[in-house]
């Protein structure tokens, strides 16, 4: 898939662990792990807003886009 | 909660119990059918074929196997001839066989979706296949079923000629056409519905699992 999570790049560097992620967002490490592992077809909104909200970062910062090479 | 587990495991239990049954009916039924087969004298017993009374335009209310049953007002008798249809005994068997490897079917699929409830995941695209072929398998049988039934109707109609036994009554046609269509039409459509559901389930359980 060409969209890219750059979540553990994110998370380096506001030097957060998972664990302490999934608590602050109160979502489960292993549905967030799934989603730093790019395994989910998908993220809702509000994920997107608490996960930038706590990591103080836009959507870009843990989203990228990566075309596919032939 | 723990009642409802219990409930679970006795509905599991009961449908392993039905399973084995089923597996022994029929393999008793298949072993009659090939044993029939193979020894036609076994089914060919000399039957008489004596009309009990003599009236004109007779109507025939039941057919089966090898027995026509005849009746006028409330007075009734039965018919016994192999010469009715001879192949009857060995389309009935196969037809009972094909019935009693649908019910195994259906009571493996069962058992296959309480398992699938006892481990807290019963929506699947597995059983949802199961289901499908559930349904296909008993709408096939219960076509066959009423293309025999079509069958003995036009071949009595057509061949039989006792003295006095001439007429296939319209009620036997009807109750034929409605009861047969209900019985082996409408559960293969339940079925249908049935997978339908498990699918529509199995896809939005997919969907959730994989949005964040």
Redesign the interface.
Same mark, same amino acid.
């Given at each position: 898939m060409p969209i890219i999570i750059t979540l553990d790049v994110m998370l380096a560097k506001r030097k957060m662990s998972l664990t302490k992620l999934s608590e602050l967002i109160g !979502?489960s490490i292993v549905? !967030?792990s $799934? !989603?730093k592992t790019e /395994?989910? /077809?998908? $993220?809702?909104f509000a994920?997107l807003e608490a996960i930038c909200r706590e990591l103080d970062c836009q959507p870009g910062d843990i989203l990228e886009y990566k075309p596919d090479s032939e | 909660m723990k009642g409802n587990r219990r409930l679970i495991n006795i509905a599991f239990a009961v449908c392993q119990v039905l399973f084995v049954l089923a597996v022994i009916i029929t393999t008793v039924k298949l072993g009659r059918f090939v044993a029939g087969l193979f020894l036609p004298e076994m089914l060919d017993k000399n039957i008489s074929c004596s009309v009990p009374f003599d009236l004109p335009n007779v109507p025939v209310n039941l057919i089966s196997g090898k027995v026509a049953q005849i009746s006028i007002n409330n007075i009734s008798a039965s018919i016994e001839s192999k010469e009715i249809l001879p192949s009857l005994p060995y389309i009935n068997g196969l037809l009972n066989l094909l019935w009693s490897g649908v019910i195994l079917y259906f009571i493996y699929v069962a058992k296959v979706l309480i398992a699938g409830v006892k481990e807290r995941n019963p929506f699947s695209m597995r059983l949802f296949v199961k289901l499908k072929y559930a349904s296909l398998f008993s709408l096939v049988v219960g076509v066959l079923f009423v293309a025999k039934s079509l069958m003995i109707f036009m071949f009595i109609e057509n061949n039989v000629d006792y003295p006095g036994l001439k007429e296939v009554s319209n009620a036997y046609l009807s109750g034929m056409v409605t009861g047969q269509v209900v019985r082996y039409m409408l559960l293969p459509l339940v079925v249908f519905i049935l997978a339908e559901i498990f699918r529509q389930g199995a896809l939005l359980k997919e969907e959730q699992e994989s949005i964040i």
């Open positions: !979502l549905n !967030l $799934i !989603l /395994k989910a /077809k998908g $993220i809702r994920t | -």
